[in-house]
């Protein structure tokens, strides 16, 4: 249950990071409300998990997936590169978060 807690906050992280840009320095009222709401509805869910998980884990975790995610909409969504050395790079952190979660 704790990893579920910590995947929905960092897909969440992803939602309000990217609401944030979308808010436009927080003049745009939905997208800025959105990103608020998603940002506390996410730390939430990460003290959640962590009451069962080892910090470092959880954080790292929460991070990681969390960048991963952002990186991806902003490639999909926003037409940000998609170069194969930057595709490498994120591959590497789904590695770790992956590796974090056998050991």
Not at 22 to 34: D, I, N
Not at 45 to 61: I, S
């Amino acid at each position: 249950m704790a990893w579920l807690l910590l995947l929905g906050a960092a897909l969440l992280e992803v939602v309000w990071a990217t609401a944030l840009e979308r808010s436009e320095g927080f003049t745009r009222l939905w997208p800025a409300l959105v990103g608020i709401t998603a940002a506390v509805v996410s730390f939430v869910m990460l003290t959640m998990a962590v009451r069962h998980l080892p910090l470092g884990t959880a954080y790292a975790v929460w991070v990681g997936l969390g960048a991963v995610g952002v990186v991806l909409v902003g490639i999909v969504v926003l037409g940000e590169s998609a170069s194969p050395l930057r595709l490498a790079c994120l591959a590497l952190i789904v590695v770790g978060v992956v590796g974090l979660k056998i050991v």
